[in-house]
């Protein structure tokens, strides 16, 4: 549906040339809700904006419904972006304009009959449950609402991409989950594509089947959201993914197991699915006469999976603690020693 392909930006600031992007190449297949997270500056938006033609590559191509956007001509280029539609960070509705006329703008805009108009903005303003505010005015809308009429406005051209800078930035934890449920509706039930931004992994566990992090203008690591959650591989990524999935042992427990004197090992098993955990504990009391402690345990709720982490502190002899790690890495359960 979208494909970047070593694209590089540079853009000039008081003088110097500083690069936004450096060989960047993704690809947001038909019906992804596809996240590129990173921080501030990392090249998030400007990299959003090359879909649709907002930023131009200074290096590579970008590809939207299988078309390469430096080759079209102009009338071919605005075919393409009618079928693509953006929602902002600071909603940027009209306040002279009522609801029902910031949604219908675009309509409007491409003289639509106003019939038509009337259908649809109701349709959609239904649709984000904002159909009693059509006559209101922004001033008196919520942040939540306002972002929902955003949404409907963007919904308005029938789009077949939806781009999301930092939708829900501006937003509080609890609007932030009402809108990405409408994000998550509007994926599955309209079939649009969203490729979204943002700088909170929430947004990301959420709403997401696929992720890319971008640090100073690259991507750094990139996949399903199951396997970067459940095994980050660069240290940035590592930090983002703790931020939502904490597998931390808790501060008290790390003095208690250091200063006991028994032999032992900690290990963190990763599972993904339901309670497969239980009944591999269980296989391991019954095989094994190493006494165990589960220390620390998170189960996180993913787009595609379950990801349960645990911290054991196994006691007993060397040799047996390396004959149950290889029994569970055997099962095909992610272990890993820790190390206080
Ligand atoms: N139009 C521009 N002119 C000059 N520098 C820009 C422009 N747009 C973005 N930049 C710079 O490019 C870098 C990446 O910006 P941006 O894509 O907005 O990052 P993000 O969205 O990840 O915060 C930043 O250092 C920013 O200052
Ligand atoms: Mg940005």
New binding site residues.
């Given amino acids: 549906m979208i494909r970047f392909e070593e694209i590089s930006k540079e853009?000039k600031?008081s003088g110097k040339k500083?690069k936004?992007l450096n060989h960047v190449s993704l690809e947001i297949e038909k019906g992804d809700i596809f996240g590129i997270i990173?921080y501030?500056?990392?090249?998030?938006?400007?990299l959003l904006r090359m879909v649709n033609g907002l930023e131009t590559p200074s290096e590579g191509k970008v590809f939207v419904k299988g078309k390469e956007l430096g080759s079209l001509n102009r009338q071919d280029l605005s075919h393409i972006k009618k079928s693509i539609n953006m929602v902002f960070q600071h909603f940027n509705l009209l306040s002279s304009k009522t609801v029902f006329d910031n949604v219908a703008l675009p309509l409007v805009l491409n003289k639509v009959d106003k019939a038509t108009i009337k259908k649809r903005v109701h349709e959609l303003l239904e649709f984000v449950g904002l159909d009693d505010k059509a006559s209101s005015y922004p001033s008196q809308l919520s942040g939540g609402q306002k972002q929902r009429v955003g949404i409907a406005r963007a919904l308005i051209t029938d789009p077949e991409i939806l781009l999301c800078d930092e939708a829900t930035s501006a937003l509080d934890p609890k609007t932030t989950v009402s809108i990405l449920e409408l994000l998550k509706r509007i994926n599955q039930e309209m079939n649009i594509t969203i490729l979204i931004?943002t700088h909170e992994m929430q947004v990301i566990q959420y709403l997401c089947n696929k992720v890319a992090v971008?640090e100073h203008g690259q991507v750094i690591e990139t996949g399903n959201v199951t396997d970067v959650f459940g095994n980050p591989q660069n240290p940035t990524t590592k930090e983002f993914v703790r931020t939502v999935i904490h597998d931390e042992i808790p501060e008290s427990i790390v003095k208690e197991l250091k200063q006991s004197t028994r032999e032992k090992k900690i290990f963190q098993l990763k599972f993904f699915g339901e309670n497969s955990s239980q009944s591999l504990l269980f296989q391991i009391s019954q095989k094994f006469k190493a006494e165990f402690n589960v220390v620390f345990a998170n189960i996180s709720e993913l787009q595609a999976a379950t990801l349960g982490i645990f911290t054991i502190v196994f006691y007993g002899d060397p040799s047996e603690t390396e004959q149950i790690r290889q029994f569970v890495a055997d099962q095909g359960v992610d272990i890993e020693e820790v190390i206080l």
Wanted: hydrophobic content about 45%.
């Fill in positions: 853009f600031q500083m936004a990173g501030s500056g990392a090249g998030k938006s400007t931004i971008m």
